[in-house]
């Protein structure tokens, strides 16, 4: 049984009619802040929950070819670890417009509640496709005609300046270690962000950001 906590994700699931077996609100709450209480800290794993706690069935894992021959965009993750990243880039490919995003099986964060709570409810309209090999998966898009774009720091495109052609797929490297070499050879163009000043990258939350809207804008020109 699945453990969602927070206001959001508690809302966007009953939106989206999902069904719950129960939700629990803290004795007292009301108003723009709902207290803490002990129970639900136990009950969430956390005490970050704003006195909302549900239980519900488990978050499913969509199939890609169910996914990729409609969409015009995907997202995927090389390697993403930290469960407020994962979080962060579902609710940001969300609203960039992207048809799924593509996580590894293994050695990368799956669909937690820190995740679903990160996301903000984006994980109730965004499918998630848990891969088994990265690589494979990419050279399956290949065969249903997506572009493969990496975000390297050592690549040579800027990302400001290259064209998208759809179908489009985003690829995005762990913290840390970017992209894996294979991952890296399976990419049709490797694009990079400009920095300035001696942080040689960014968070891949906030890099997946950027280069999403980029995307989007170009997009829709």
Known sequence: MAILSGINPVLESLKAGRPLDRILIAKGAGGTRLEERGGLDRLAGTPAHQG?????????????????????LLVLLDGVEDPHNLGAIVRTAHAAGAGAVVIPERRAVGLTDVVAKAAAGAL???PVVRATNINRTLERLKELGYWIYGLDERGV??????EYNAPTALVFGGEGKGLHEQVRKHCDV???IPMEGHIPSLNVSVAAGIVLFECKRRRIK
């Open 124 to 126: 109730e309209y965004l």
């Open 52 to 72: 909302v706690v549900a239980m519900g069935a488990s978050q499913r894992y969509a199939e890609l070819d169910d996914i990729a021959p409609a969409a015009q």
């Open 157 to 162: 495109e800027d990302y400001g300046a290259v």
């Open 190 to 192: 490797l694009v990079r």
